[in-house]
């Protein structure tokens, strides 16, 4: 099992500020930043935002191609990229389509984490345990994370968007409010291709916004975190399992995932508790023994070294539940900046990993 690294097929120019790994050339994000940065002002000069409309989209295409090709992708890459490219109107759609009222937390649990979906992840957890060994033992994440992961993302692999990721792209970055985030994943998706990460039959398919995959990755986070699980040479989170597991559990390493830690617990509040302690910054971290000292407690503490470092989290406003989490929840949350994923991530492992047990014991 080895993880894919960039090779040099890019411009000098976008090499210079990359770091070398193994002897290859490793993806480093703020080179697509600049680059991306760079591109924006070119298009908004040539396509001024307050006036684009749907009938300019191919000559944007065009100024997108050529300055690709000026920045050392290959016309290959571009025939294959571009090949099917269309702009897509309920991509945009999506893109606005903000929800009205604002869901609880526990709406949200209802919603994504009914039982029948935590006794699919049991069943896959078995399905699949001698490739979650080996990733588990080789990342240092627990199979019942990487299992949750996949199937609050995919729902097990069974839905991965169906867009075509370079379309949706162009689109997103054509509509212009995140143009420079739209183009910096833009760049990355055909950094993919120009780098056979992929096979060459192989179209990038994901969500409207470009999420691909099982594990639903972004552009930017397939290059950096893409693994490759089977040893075929390739990163397909498309169709590889084992590519997914070891995909996902390389993110939650490479973003600080601690062995042997809970994500956390739900608490109580003392009645007089100040809310403004609540947050995840690195600042508002306290001892277990510290937070027991402003009135928190809780069963599973006596289980933790009392120096053990945590946060507290208050997910809706008004106070409704409280959690007590800890670096692993952090960890999440780089995945996802939504407390609700991340509490959904955790109760999911909890609940196979509880129902594992039963069922060997």
Sequence with gaps: MKLITRVTLLSVTLLAGCSISNGKQ????????????TKVRALEHHFPLKSREPSQFPAYVALLKQQ???QG??????????????????????????PEKKATLD????????????????????????Q??????????????????????????????????ISALSTLAFEGRREELFLKQLLAALEIIENQYIDETQTLKGSWAGAMGQSQFMPTSYLTYGA??????????????????????????????????PWGYAISLPTEFDVTLEGIEPEQGKSIAQWQALGISSPHFANLPANTKGW???PDDP?????????????????????????????MADGITQRTHFLTH
């Design 228 to 261: 490759d699980g089977d040893g075929d040479g390739k990163i397909d989170i498309w169709n590889s399992k084992e590519d997914v597991f070891a995909s996902t559990a390389n993110y939650l390493s490479k973003e600080g995932w601690q062995q042997g830690l």
């Design 132 to 165: 979650l060994d080996k990733i588990s033992r080789k990342y240092g994440v627990p199979k019942a994370y990487i299992v949750a992961l996949w199937g609050l993302e995919s729902g097990f692999g069974k839905v991965q968007g169906k867009e075509d990721v």
């Design 319 to 347: 106070v409704q539940r409280a959690f007590w989490v800890t670096q692993n929840f952090r960890t999440i949350m780089h995945w996802n900046r939504s407390y609700y994923f991340a509490l959904s991530v955790g109760m």
């Design 26 to 37: 490793s993806y480093d994000q703020s080179m697509l930043l600049a680059h991306s940065q």
């Design 73 to 98: 992708f290959s016309e290959k890459t571009l025939d294959r990229a571009f090949a099917n490219i269309h702009f897509i109107s309920r991509v945009i759609k999506a893109d606005r389509n903000q």
């Design 107 to 130: 709406d949200y649990l209802n919603r994504v984490l009914p039982t029948w979906r935590i006794e699919q992840g049991v069943t896959q957890y078995q399905n699949n345990l001698p």
């Design 68 to 70: 690709a090709r000026e």
């Design 312 to 314: 507290i989290v208050i």
